[in-house]
């Protein structure tokens, strides 16, 4: 059997996400996933979040292309991938965002100090 590298062969342009089934099942039907992060990566579709952990390993991970039947393309190598763990919501962030858009209002002089930031539902749900 004959394996060749492929003439775009890059080890470090790939990196693998090992996702859940309700993961793969948010792919399936084409969903929006976001992916952000600060101190931690973070994948949200829809409806839950997930923590993306960098993991090292002793395998090696090929991505091969099958040229002929006994010929093989190495498309991709890796000993890396991501781990997809499911994670609760962050509810400081929204409280954050909500206590910045708090009102104001003085009883005795019936004064409001109110600025609206115009927060919509879907750019809370991302938090």
Do not use: W
């Not at 969903?31 to 090696?60: A, F, M, R, V, W």
């Amino acid at each position: 059997m004959e394996i060749s590298f492929d003439e775009n062969y890059d080890k470090n342009n790939i990196v693998l996400i090992e996702v859940l089934p309700s993961v793969l099942e948010s792919i399936e039907k084409n969903e929006k996933l976001i992916i952000k992060g600060n101190e931690q990566t973070i994948l949200c579709t829809p409806n839950k979040s997930y923590e993306l952990k960098y993991l090292d390993t002793t395998n090696n991970y090929m991505l091969l292309e099958q040229l002929a039947p006994e010929k093989l393309n190495i498309k991709f190598t890796s000993q890396h991938t991501l781990e997809c763990i499911e994670i609760n919501p962050r509810k400081n962030n929204l409280l954050d965002l909500l206590r910045s858009n708090e009102l104001t209002y003085d009883l005795e002089t019936s004064e409001s100090n109110y600025e609206s930031k115009n927060y919509y539902l879907k750019s809370l749900l991302i938090y």
